[in-house]
């Protein structure tokens, strides 16, 4: 991986958020490298009781997170 992105599309991205996407992004790293879905999977969604995620990786190697609220 060449770098990591985590974002969101609900206005600021709170610590809870970044906490949450980033343990999203430690995951989805070692399914990767464990190949844990196949060589050719790269996209997974997470969720919790407060927020879900989206993980993809680019053709460039980077991780990008969208992190959203799943209640306020």
């Known amino acids: ?3 990591v992105i985590i974002r969101t599309r ?3 991205l709170t610590n ?3 906490l949450f996407g980033t343990n ?3 995951s989805f790293i070692d399914d ?3 190949q844990t879905y196949g060589s050719d999977w790269k996209d997974c969604g997470y969720s919790n009781n407060y927020f879900s995620g989206c993980a993809n990786l680019n053709k ?3 991780v990008s997170i969208c992190v959203n609220k799943t209640k306020d």
């Open 1 to 3: 991986m060449k770098k």
């Open 60 to 62: 460039n190697g980077t």
């Open 32 to 34: 990767l490298n464990e």
């Open 16 to 18: 809870d958020m970044w």
């Open 24 to 26: 999203c992004a430690k």
């Open 10 to 12: 609900d206005g600021e």
